[in-house]
């Protein structure tokens, strides 16, 4: 995959995966299917069974994005791993909280408590 498709930068903490979102708008239905993309592959051909999600970058989200992330938590369950999200800005967590999102993610205000346990 070309650096230019990339839209998460992937580094490993021990045994857990760590995918940080390099764009602060999440709004682009093409970047968001790279990103679905690059997420699911993860599970799917790396078999990665711990990911904590960063958006530490991530300014604003659109509802199509939401629908990559309900998806990749179910891929991640049914393969018996664990997600965790962080770095969530308030307002982006509003949006989260509205739709009970909150309620399926594990959320968690930083990258370290993400990491906490896992």
């Known amino acids: 995959m070309s650096a230019g498709q990339r839209r998460l930068d ?14 602060k708008k999440i709004l682009d239905e093409g970047n968001i299917q790279i990103i679905g993309n690059q997420l699911f592959s993860l599970v799917e051909e790396e078999g990665r069974g711990k990911i904590v999600l960063d958006f530490a970058n991530v300014e604003y989200l659109s509802s199509a994005a939401l629908g990559k992330l309900i998806t990749m ?5 049914s393969a018996k791993g664990k997600l965790r999200l962080c770095s969530v800005r308030p307002d982006i967590y509003e949006v989260f909280a509205i739709t009970k999102l909150n309620k399926l993610f594990d959320m968690r205000e930083t990258r370290e408590q993400a990491l906490e346990g896992l």
């Open 10 to 23: 992937i580094e490993e903490v021990g045994d857990i995966t760590v995918a940080t979102f390099t764009d």
């Open 73 to 77: 938590d179910k891929k991640v369950k």
